[in-house]
């Protein structure tokens, strides 16, 4: 992969007093391409929210594995609109982030600051925006309450096709965009998906109000109470959802800190076996107290809820919630990225060992061997789209292998033989994380 100026690989602008543009830099990460995010306000007054966004933006990638922040800018730190070398360089990917504060109007969305070829093309849809990822972010409702894309649809120059996007909403602050952010720019994995681990009689109420909490923001939420079709094995499904969710919502009630939940303990002790994502939410107990954290959890994340969060009915109280939604869209991201890392690294290791050569390829994918089998990794049990992402990035075909690496065996004989069907119609392997070292001395030569 080609890097920017300085070696860097992600360059992010954002809106500066006097009408510059602030730039921040970072390097490493196993990116495909180079990424420069431009984050700008949708009129005036939307500016200092665009420059919050982008630097929440910036911590969060800080806090990714792999990712360096860049202590000396090529540009000093500050550049005109428009001026960053990254928009020179063809392979670097571009994403443009419109932010409007309030909603916007037809008054509102005026021709952008930002000018990347002095004609506006990202602004006004000309034949660069091929190259450019757009992400419009507003709020879900307006002052009013009403839906705010309409008039936001209207505010867009002649001939703009952004109309045809579906826009990034937040509920409560504009920082709720950065995760969209951060997976349109490649630096993480785009899904979303969390299982949530809690003992029924004592935190049920909470359970339900995070799983319409965080289906609300997009995630793909397992809850069993939710989730479990009639006649199936209830912990056979569990433990299959816990592998495909990769990131797990940990209540950590009274009975969760005293290990009187065989299920709980069951999944907590998958969990460390296969290094899922974790974010640990410590509820007070019946006398108001937080308790200390179980000393043998390892979490990306704690949250501590104090009393004075809880209401009599279990659930807590809206802005205590959003705070911990928020937290879980930060840990989620940084779990899948460890968690993918973990397993190149581990594959890398068992290479060396056995003195078998490969190299690195843009986007992190593993050619071994002299015969050049490429190995990609899911942080989950593969998918059509894993398969079809790696075939197409790593050309796979009657001269190439290709392989899907996973973290954990499937649990269910059915997934299984699933997974090997879909592998075979796509004309490629699986090979779990268990696997690695029999493969390394089978198959790479």
């Known amino acids: 992969m080609s890097t920017l100026q300085g070696g860097m690989t992600v360059v992010v602008q954002s809106p500066a007093p006097g009408g510059a543009f602030e730039c921040r830099g970072f390097r490493g990460g196993d990116l495909a391409a180079p990424v420069c995010i431009i984050v700008e306000g949708a009129a005036a007054t939307d500016q200092a929210t665009a420059a919050d966004v982008a630097g929440e933006l910036v911590r969060q990638i800080a806090l990714l594995p792999g990712f360096a922040p860049e202590r000396a800018m090529p540009c000093g730190g500050r550049s005109i609109a428009g001026t960053c070398h990254a928009l020179g360089v063809a392979e670097c990917r571009k994403v443009y982030v ?29 034949a660069d925006r091929d190259t450019w990822q757009v992400i419009v972010a507003l709020p879900a409702r307006d002052a009013s309450g009403g839906d705010p894309w309409s008039a936001t649809r209207a505010g867009f120059p002649a001939g703009a096709t952004w109309g045809d996007l579906n826009a990034c909403r937040w509920q409560a602050s504009a920082r709720e965009a950065v995760p969209a952010v951060i997976a349109a720019a490649g630096l993480a994995p785009a899904e979303n998906r969390v299982f949530i681990s809690y003992v029924r009689r004592e935190t049920t109420a909470l359970a339900d109000q995070l799983f319409a909490a965080l289906t609300q923001r997009g995630f793909d939420v397992f809850l069993d109470r939710c ?24 209540l950590h009630s009274a009975a969760v800190g005293n290990r009187v939940s065989p299920w709980v303990e069951e999944e907590i002790a998958r969990i460390k076996q296969y290094r899922l994502g974790l974010v640990v939410v410590l509820l007070p107990d019946a006398g108001g107290t937080t308790p200390r954290r179980r000393p043998d959890l390892a979490p990306d994340l704690v949250h501590p809820v104090g009393a004075a969060d809880m209401q009599p009915d279990g659930r ?30 581990g594959l890398g290791a068992e290479l060396v060992a056995a003195g078998k050569p490969f190299r690195v390829l843009p986007g992190g994918d593993l050619e071994c061997g002299s015969q050049g089998v490429v190995v990609g990794v899911s942080p989950r049990p593969p998918e059509l789209g894993d398969y079809c992402g790696l075939a197409r990035r790593a050309g796979i075909g009657a001269s190439r292998a290709g392989v899907c690496l996973t973290p954990a065996p499937l649990v269910l004989l059915e997934r299984r033989a699933a997974i090997q069907w879909l592998g075979g119609v796509a004309g490629m392997e699986h090979l779990d994380q268990e696997g690695i070292r029999a493969f390394v001395r089978d198959r790479i030569g």
Do not use: Y
């Not at 969305?109 to 070829?117: E, G, L, Q, T, Y």
């Open 227 to 250: 989730s479990v079709p009639v006649g199936v094995r209830f912990q056979e499904r569990l433990m299959q959802d816990l592998d495909d969710k990769a990131v797990v919502v940990l």
């Open 316 to 345: 807590l109280g809206d802005a205590a919630c959003g705070d911990i939604v928020a937290r879980v869209c930060e840990a989620h991201a940084r779990g899948l990225v460890r968690r993918r890392r973990e397993l190149v690294e």
């Open 98 to 126: 419109r932010i409007s504060a309030t909603g916007g109007s037809a008054g509102a969305f005026a021709p952008s600051a930002w000018d990347p070829n002095g004609s506006d093309a990202v602004w006004s849809a000309s």
